[in-house]
């Protein structure tokens, strides 16, 4: 018997995995797959994290390119709870992939896409993998409608940059532009010929284009009337069973909320609701959401008796404070308490990133080994990466820094004194 026929191996591994913390997850559950079904890569997007909604683990020749297109074009492939074999581009060629998707009940749920080696898994281990992902992304999408104050505090300058989405548009724009030229310039290609092609490559890059930009909108943002309709689902099961009249009115309003503002209106919503309840005896509460201009107001009204303890919770004051928010509170004895919380809508003053802030720790330490004088051979040798993979970090390197040589980006990391340059 192999140890995933053994239960408690099984439960032991699954334990593992939804103890990571958020941004461990994809790789704690690469890692943990791939004793059953072995792959080269894995790239996730998901609906629930505006900051980072693409993670990737593996190869990186493989997942420093990986596009929210292809994530996209992937996710309409899935089944639910079953692992999809599927020959399809990711980071820019045609692989063999096991794609797993999950529609959970709360959040927007997710897709995966494991790159597998040759020859085709078995289908025990595609099932193993479909039902430890379909398990993990639960798990996964719950915490996200609950998120930690430093995760909202960090998700803010991130949010409003969209910088994977945003790079993703530019670098579809720029391939297919590329493309259109090659073929207008051919010369092996007739008037007719060239013509039809120019305009299926057109055609083909709207499509794209347009996917990847309604990503972006569902990515960072949900209209409010849906978002206040996700919380009535999860109060639901509370006022079935309580004997509490709890009366909930909606914005009425399909403006656009920020995904970290939505979710903290969720939180602060059924904290206030439950406190009221719960806490100080109240008979009747009633729980509204408004946009009021620049702003979402949430407000939660109460006739308990206990005016005294009206006092919004030490937890949801920490889960406002990062998004600029504030209480008002209007308690009268014999008359109960009224608490809003106010949301704003927009980030203010985000500091803009410094230029080396723009890379990731890989390209810090090809970048410093540029800093030294030494080529790429020698940065991969010291690295132990392909040769490849180090000229793909300089490219990216080159673009994100906004330089054209390896002379530029050497002096501006001296400049700024990047560490470890000298060590």
């Given amino acids: 018997m192999d140890e995933w026929s053994d239960p408690l191996y099984v439960l032991s ?18 890692a943990t797959v791939a004793a059953v079904l072995p792959h080269r890569a894995a790239a996730m997007e998901t609906g629930d994290c505006a900051r980072l909604p693409i993670k990737v683990d593996g190869d990186p020749s493989i997942t420093g390119a990986v ?43 997710a ?24 398990i993990v992304s639960v798990n996964a999408a719950q915490r996200a409608a609950d998120p930690e104050p430093e995760l909202l505090a960090s998700n803010l300058a991130a949010a409003t940059a969209r910088a994977q989405t945003i790079t993703d548009l530019g670098q579809t724009h720029a391939t ?15 008037d007719a010929a060239a013509r039809q092609t120019a305009t299926d ?5 709207l499509v794209d284009l347009r996917a990847v930009a309604d990503r972006d909108q ?36 399909d403006r656009p909320l920020p995904q970290d503002i939505a979710h903290t209106a969720r939180t602060v919503t059924r904290g206030l609701v439950l406190a009221a309840a719960l806490e100080r005896g109240s008979t009747r509460v009633r729980a509204s959401w408004q946009i009021d201009g620049e702003a979402l107001r949430i407000t939660v009204r109460d006739d308990g008796s206990d005016v005294a303890r009206a006092v919004p919770a030490n937890g949801l004051t920490e889960r406002i404070t990062p ?9 009268v004895p014999g008359w109960g308490a009224t608490i809003t919380a106010v949301l704003p809508l927009g980030v203010q003053e985000m500091p803009e990133l410094r230029p080396l802030d723009r890379l990731n720790s890989r390209e810090l330490e090809v970048l410093a080994g540029i800093a030294r004088g030494k080529r790429n051979r020698q940065i991969a040798e010291e690295l132990q990466l392909t040769e490849h993979t180090v000229k793909f970090h300089v490219r990216k390197i080159l673009g994100k820094l906004e330089v054209t040589s390896r002379g530029e980006a050497a002096v501006l990391a001296r400049e700024l004194r990047l560490e470890s340059v000298t060590a």
């Fill in 13 to 30: 591994q699954v334990e593992h995995m939804l103890a990571a913390p958020r941004p461990e997850l994809l790789s704690r559950f690469s």
């Fill in 67 to 109: 596009t929210s297109a292809e994530l996209q074009r992937l996710a309409t492939l899935g089944v639910p709870g079953e692992a999809v074999v599927v020959e399809e581009p990711l980071g820019g060629e045609r692989r063999k992939l096991a794609v797993l998707t999950s529609a959970p009940a709360i959040g927007e749920g």
């Fill in 111 to 134: 897709v995966i896409a494991l790159v597998l080696p040759e020859p085709e898994p078995g289908e025990r281990a595609l099932g193993i993998a479909a039902k430890l992902w379909e």
């Fill in 176 to 190: 297919t532009l590329a493309s259109l030229l090659s073929v207008l310039r051919s010369r092996h290609l007739g």
């Fill in 201 to 205: 490559l057109a055609a083909a890059a």
């Fill in 218 to 253: 569902t990515l960072s943002a949900e209209p409010a009337s849906s978002a206040f309709a996700v919380l009535s689902g999860q109060l639901a099961p509370f006022l079935r069973h309580d004997e509490v009249s709890v009366d909930l009115a909606g914005p009425g309003d």
């Fill in 323 to 331: 998004l600029g928010g504030r209480w008002e509170v209007d308690a």
